[in-house]
């Protein structure tokens, strides 16, 4: 073994650094993100106990029609799971010691932020189904349900609020408390200039919350027209992939700045 | 051949309030040593060194001496403020993920992942590594049988003891089959047993041929373990040499803390041929000699002729740091 040549000690070796040994890197990163927190706190407080405190804050003593009901606590469920991971991997993982080895890995810190994604995307389109099903099982209104409006409005959207949450986790911390401070703290008031439970008003300020165009997916689902007329879809869908993309690339690029202040 | 060429290489932190993680201790310790420095930590400055193929290489150094820092830019996970890292003449700035193939790490102070069993972990490793299916299994419970762990594969890591996470740890340092391996301070915080287990297979795995590099504040195990060892103070390397020097040069600072009944005049003692020099300490009298065993005799000789009677007698091991005050300041040089 002494005598191999330098060339040697690369050779045999598993391909690294194309695009799709890193992908399927990142799904092994997955692997471990769904294995470890699915049942830590953050998951599940923010996937289960907020959307039932939040429920039944916006929705008490009030006459809402079925379809917001069911538009907006798909929207609120899919919007706190999906972005409840993002945020604590990193100060988790700092904190017990395991981010040193896992950086050591041949992947890059993009692989690691797309494995992250895709636990969070994971978590944030099961965890929608729920209300989703429950809710047109309730009013039945499988009959009037789109589901290639809907499903494709769902991946979309867990796949954009879940790159979203990963500028949550960018400041170098080791508490996940901190990072959760600051999650609520955007998060939540996202959640309430959204115009969940209600019919969308598109001349008012709810344009600037990208919910706003998952529910009106979820609410072309079921009605089949968009409150932006008829290209509302197409205005859907190319704003959360927009939105998706910017917050993906932004991520990129300030958790590779902030990584190196983890040590 | 060299598997390893580092030419001036230097981190600098910039301290701030508002620190990340970790360190925070000897971050302020050394702020408060060099106070004319604060705002900038020169953790790594300006050191060159190769480690060749096939040996074990060690940086020896006290707390804050910046091995950890010098690993983390060696393994590609820090990046350099100057210098360059070379590996099996790759440069590491520029392949790093090839790079890391190859490599395995053991950081300090690191943890598994408790919420994982045994395997899982080294699955994951392999994974990242992208080791075949078939492979992982294989090394997996090769590793894990190795190291003792293989009733406990598929428990998870809390479940361990401090010494069976240490040991996974290695076999995740080692599931990539790597040609350089980083073991930053292997034994430190262990039990004797457990030290023993792993300084075994450090000797293993070096005699199969894999290149080790290995951070201690031990001298002992520096000098047990390592071919070659850079002694590093404040962030410099300030003697590099095989161990045997180094062995000299603890010799040479061996002393006796005697406790003694009554006065004793030092000039006397000094005198005596064995004796370098004596200081009076609060209780005892810290005498640093030449030669340990006939000292002793010359001690306890002059205890009997002048009836003084010998309380205590300690042998004295030179601390590291006493060590490197004195090749510092220039007394002797490795
Ligand atoms: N991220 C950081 N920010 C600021 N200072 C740092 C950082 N990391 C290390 N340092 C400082 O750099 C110096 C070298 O640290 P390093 O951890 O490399 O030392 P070491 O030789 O490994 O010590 P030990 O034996 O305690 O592990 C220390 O003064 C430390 O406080
Ligand atoms: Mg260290």
Redesign the pocket.
């Known amino acids: 073994m002494t005598q191999d040549n330098e060339e040697d000690v690369f050779a045999n070796r598993p391909k690294a650094n194309t695009f799709f040994n890193q992908l399927k890197r990142s799904f092994s990163i997955t692997k471990k993100d769904l294995r470890i927190y699915y049942n830590k706190g953050p998951v599940v407080i923010q996937g289960i106990l907020f959307p039932i405190v939040l429920f039944i804050a916006f929705t008490l003593g009030r006459d809402i029609e079925n379809i917001y009901l069911i538009s907006g606590l798909v929207t609120m469920v899919l919007f706190l799971t999906a972005t409840s991971i993002g945020p604590v991997v990193f100060p988790w993982e700092t904190r017990q010691k395991t981010l040193e080895r896992l950086l050591t890995c041949p992947i890059s810190i993009r692989t690691i932020l797309l494995g992250n994604i895709w636990s969070s995307f994971t978590f944030g389109s099961l965890f929608a189904l729920v209300p989703l099903i429950l809710a047109s099982s309730i009013f039945r209104t499988w009959g009037s349900m789109k589901p290639w409006i809907i499903i494709p409005g769902i991946i979309i959207a867990a796949l954009a609020f879940s790159s979203f949450s990963l500028i949550l986790s960018v400041p170098p911390t080791d508490t996940p408390a901190n990072t959760m401070m600051l999650t609520i703290s955007i998060k939540f008031p996202l959640v309430f200039i959204s115009p969940l439970f209600m019919p969308i008003d598109p001349t008012s300020y709810v344009l600037i919350s990208p919910l706003t165009y998952f529910v009106d997916i979820i609410n072309t689902g079921f009605t089949g027209t968009s409150a932006f007329g008829s290209y509302g879809l197409l205005l859907d869908f190319g704003v959360l992939l927009a939105f998706g993309l910017v917050f993906l690339l932004l991520a990129f690029f300030l958790h590779g700045k902030t990584v190196q202040?983890?040590? | 051949m060299n598997a390893i060429e580092v030419k001036n290489l230097s981190?600098h932190?910039?301290?701030s309030k508002k620190?990340?993680?970790?360190?925070?201790?000897?971050?302020?310790?050394?702020a408060n040593k060099n106070p004319s420095i604060s705002g900038l930590?020169?953790?790594?400055d300006e050191i060159s060194f190769d480690v060749k193929r096939g040996e074990i290489f060690g940086?020896l150094?006290?707390?804050?001496?910046?091995?950890?820092?010098?690993?983390?830019m060696l393994t590609g996970i820090l990046k350099p403020t100057n210098g360059k890292i070379t590996i099996f003449n790759k440069d590491l700035d520029k392949n790093r993920i090839l790079i890391q193939q190859i490599m395995g790490h053991v950081p300090?102070m690191a943890n598994v992942y408790l919420d994982l069993t045994g395997m899982q972990n080294l699955e994951l490793i392999g994974e990242l590594y992208g080791v075949s299916r078939k492979e992982r299994k294989n090394r997996a419970e090769l590793l894990l049988k190795k190291f003792e762990l293989l009733n406990w594969k598929d428990s998870k890591a809390k479940k361990y003891s401090k010494g069976m996470r240490q040991r996974l740890l290695l076999c995740m340092g080692l599931m990539s089959d790597p040609v350089i391996l980083f073991l930053?301070?292997p034994t430190s915080g262990l039990d004797v047993q457990s030290s023993i287990i792993i300084k075994e297979l450090i000797k293993e795995y070096h005699a199969s041929g894999m290149t080790i590099i290995l951070?201690t504040?031990d001298m002992d195990i520096a000098n047990e373990l390592c071919n070659r060892i850079a002694i590093?103070n404040k962030?410099k390397i300030i003697g590099l040499d095989e161990p045997h020097n180094l062995r000299k040069l603890k010799q040479e600072y061996q002393a006796l803390d005697v406790y003694i009944k009554g006065e004793i005049k030092i000039q006397e003692i000094e005198e005596l041929t064995n004796i370098k020099k004596v200081q009076k300490k609060r209780g005892y009298y810290h005498i640093i000699v030449d030669n340990l065993k006939l000292a002793i005799g010359e001690v306890i000789e002059y205890a009997k002729a002048n009836n003084l009677q010998l309380e205590k007698l300690n042998t004295y091991e030179p601390k590291l740091e006493e060590v490197f005050i004195k090749m510092i300041n220039g007394e002797t040089t490795l």
Request: aromatic share 4%.
């Open positions: 202040k983890r040590f | 981190k932190f910039t301290l620190r990340g993680v970790g360190q925070k201790k000897s971050n302020q310790s050394l930590v020169k953790a790594v940086l150094g006290p707390n804050g001496a910046g091995k950890t820092t010098t690993i983390r300090e930053d301070e951070t504040h590093m962030g």
